[in-house]
């Protein structure tokens, strides 16, 4: 049997005609930059997350970037973000000359340990001036512990931009009234990359908020910070979200919960099943429904790439997630860490391995991964 990472096709033969007619509706409609449909889909998403602006941009990270450039940060700026995540959590901060500052993950979740980072600010209150920015990152699906981090934050008057890329319809718990991911922090960022839950038919992003006066500058930002059009009150950048993606996206979106809920079967079923003491799974910090399972991460104590020939044999596809951390990326080494300054995320670097997750994954498909691991470590 042949089981890939992800399968794309499985997900565009149920929606295919629809998602045709809609392109087809952008074609004739020849407003082929921004226009209605992204307009539309900004409010859609806006009212997903449950907060007031949708600000469709052209990709997760220039989500990120943009949200940067809307707090003024720039040369002599920190911003403080994980140690473990993907490339462009840390390469914005870089990208406008400010000082990332990287911190440690919480080894159950894979996300930023906020005590790591109020020890940080603690031991650096000489610094906290220049401190522009906290970016938590909603790793694989999962929220990062916010109560502690907006908490922290609050206490030292930092913004927190939150990096909900593959965490879109994520919940985070709240006395009984769950928050979804990007709506705890001053903005929420997204991406809409192909193999995102929620993904397009190329790149796109989303940057959402609750404050009027930051989603006018962002909307700025985003078309060269001209408003009215020739007339720029700043330098901003063309960030700006095609309509046709945002006319797939929006199909794709009333799937998305329906789709949430196939991964988390699928998660859940692994769980049982697996049951291996070589393996462990991130932990669920919160309720099962709460992580929407970008990825799947299993953490192999022994030697992974025994394990990788393997799977490659089986002809079963996996992902590495993310090999390398921030502090020991060559482009990072002016910033003076060492190796061992963050051990947990040096070890979910060399440990840890994504297994196929998406909706379409048959029972029959799950037991040949299941069984596979089984006669590996076995």
């Known amino acids: 049997m042949h089981v890939p990472l992800l399968d794309l096709n499985a997900q565009l033969d149920e929606i295919r005609d629809e998602v045709k007619i809609a392109i087809d509706e952008v074609v004739e409609s020849t407003r082929y930059i921004m226009g209605p449909k992204v307009t539309e889909f900004e409010r859609e998403i806006a009212d997903y997350c449950n907060v007031e602006h949708g600000i469709g941009v052209s990709s997760g990270t220039d989500a990120l970037l943009v949200s940067l450039m809307a707090l003024d940060v720039g040369p002599g700026d920190i911003v403080i973000t994980t140690d473990y995540s993907f490339f462009a959590s840390a390469g914005v901060i870089a990208r406008l000359h400010a000082t990332p500052v990287f911190l440690d ?218 090999p390398v951390p921030f502090h020991k990326q060559e482009c990072f080494e002016y910033l003076g860490y060492q190796d061992g300054d963050f051990p947990k995320s040096e070890y979910a670097a060399e440990h840890t391995l994504a297994l196929p997750i998406y909706p379409e994954l048959s029972v029959e498909m799950q037991d040949y991964i299941i069984d596979a691991l089984h006669e590996f470590f076995e």
């Open 105 to 322: 993950i919480d080894p159950k979740t894979y996300n930023l340990d906020p005590e790591q980072l109020e020890t940080w600010l603690k031991e650096n209150e000489d610094k906290i001036d220049k401190v522009k920015a906290i970016i938590p990152v909603h790793l694989f699906g999962q929220c990062a512990d916010m109560k502690p981090i907006i908490k922290t934050a609050r206490k030292y008057d930092i913004p927190v931009i939150e990096d909900a890329a593959q965490a879109i319809g994520a919940r985070y718990p709240n006395n009984g009234n769950p928050l979804k991911a990007g709506s705890m922090g001053k903005m929420g960022c997204f991406s809409f990359f192909p193999s995102k839950n929620l993904g397009g038919m190329g790149d796109g992003g989303m940057v959402v908020t609750r404050d009027d006066q930051l989603a006018e500058k962002l909307r700025k930002l985003r078309n060269h910070g001209a408003a009215p059009k020739y007339y720029h009150s700043m330098v901003g950048g063309n960030f700006r979200l095609d309509p046709i993606q945002a006319a797939v996206l929006s199909v794709k979106l009333q799937y998305l919960d329906e789709w949430h809920q196939k991964r988390q079967e699928n998660a859940e079923y692994y769980k049982k099943n697996l049951n291996l003491d070589a393996l462990t799974t991130p932990e669920n910090a919160y309720r099962p429904e709460y992580h929407i399972y970008n990825q799947f991460i299993i953490s192999v104590k022994g030697d992974r790439e025994e394990l990788k020939t393997f799977l490659r044999k089986k002809q079963i596809g996996f992902g590495v997630y993310y």
